[in-house]
């Protein structure tokens, strides 16, 4: 691991990256594949070529730590009521115009960056809170994916685990040292057409099904889906069956399905906030499909909330936005009813953190 002692004052040599015949870098990280002159920035605006290399400008620098429950990322199967030390740095590889961080994934000033902090220091910030993992999240871990991967490696060590949440933007070159740091994913499925991609976000919808189909089936990485829906652009019914279709058939009926709920920002503040209705809907589609777990976020529905056994309807996780209840699981993730299993990673016991939100300085 490469140890950083005055973090903000070096630059930090990326991966992923080749030289061109006319003397211009490659970024191979994402699917922009953004050809660099001496000088130039990516898309994402971290990464940079100086003097014929790629370097990662924001190594070591964030734009702040904070304590969530784990249940905020969303993940609702990784260590229910668990806490997460989460942060992020600056800038974006994708260009969503509803982007709801878009204040920290749109920065174009190192300013924003105000925290310095080695992996060790994370890690250790994590151990000393009683975090059971660190989140990369705010904006896209994919765009500083040596530090994300750093971080994990410093957290393993002692026991932490490591969570991306990510849109899942990445090439094949990528995925897999990236995803073998990684212990869980929330990956955000923006919709599901081509069109929508291109017009809405600047990026391509196939390049996020890679990853989903990579994470199913060549990792051991606990992952689940969350799809924002918007009023008008993403959440007719024809799309939304398309999509539960393909993640049963790909991905199968046991990754856990989030529909949460827009609400207007960034270029997209004359969109009206989704009706609690659409989601209900886009979630009774999903069960049609045979998908078992299925929830939506950003509305108060504690029954849609919760999570419950595949085969007897017990209700295993009782969920009041980001505060547990009844939890019917036992030590191996089994129904404590029928004693079938629930698909996820769990403890003992459920954790306590409950639905705070603690900013904290390294």
Excluded at 27 to 42: F, I, S, T, Y
Excluded at 81 to 94: I, Q
Excluded at 266 to 290: C, E, F, N, Q
Aim: aromatic share 10%; with cysteine.
């Amino acid at each position: 691991m490469k140890l950083i002692s005055l973090v903000s004052d070096i630059n930090y040599a990326a991966r992923f990256w080749n030289t061109q015949e006319d003397g211009r870098i490659r970024c191979e990280l994402c699917p922009r594949l953004c050809h660099l002159k001496d000088g130039q920035r990516g898309f994402c605006y971290v990464r940079q070529n100086v003097k014929g290399q790629l370097d990662l400008t924001t190594y070591g620098r964030s734009s702040g730590f904070c304590i969530d429950p784990i249940e905020k990322k969303p993940l609702n199967h990784f260590f229910p009521g668990s806490s997460v030390l989460s942060f992020g740095t600056a800038g974006c590889n994708l260009g969503c115009k509803f982007c709801q961080n878009w204040d920290i994934s749109k920065a174009r000033s190192m300013d924003r960056l105000a925290d310095e902090a080695t992996p060790e220091r994370i890690a250790l910030a994590a151990q000393r809170s009683g975090c059971t993992s660190v989140a990369f999240t705010y904006n896209d871990p994919v765009i500083f994916a040596e530090y994300a991967i750093d971080v994990a490696a410093a957290c393993h060590e002692i026991g932490i685990k490591a969570v991306a949440v990510t849109a899942g933007y990445m090439t094949d070159l990528a995925r897999p040292e990236f995803y073998a740091s990684m212990d869980a994913a929330n990956v955000d499925l923006k919709g599901f057409t081509e069109h929508f991609y291109h017009k809405i976000t600047g990026g391509q919808l196939q390049p996020v099904l890679d990853t989903l189909v990579y994470l199913k089936h060549e990792t051991d990485v606990w992952f689940e889906i969350t799809n924002l829906l918007i009023p008008s652009q993403n959440d007719s019914e024809p799309e939304i069956e398309s999509m539960c279709g393909w993640i049963v058939e790909n991905l199968g009926v046991d990754v856990p399905l989030h529909f949460t709920a827009f609400h207007p920002d960034y270029r997209m503040r004359d969109v009206p906030r989704t009706p609690t209705a659409t989601l209900l809907r886009s979630r009774a589609i999903a069960k049609r499909h045979g998908i078992q777990y299925v929830y939506v976020g950003n509305v108060h529905e504690p029954e849609a909330s919760a999570t419950y056994c595949s085969q007897c309807g017990t209700c295993l996780v009782e969920r009041d936005w980001y505060q547990l209840g009844e939890y019917h699981l036992d030590a191996s993730g089994n129904c404590m009813t029928c004693g079938s299993p629930c698909a996820g990673r769990f403890g003992m016991t459920k954790g306590h953190w409950g639905a705070k939100r603690q900013p904290i300085s390294l």
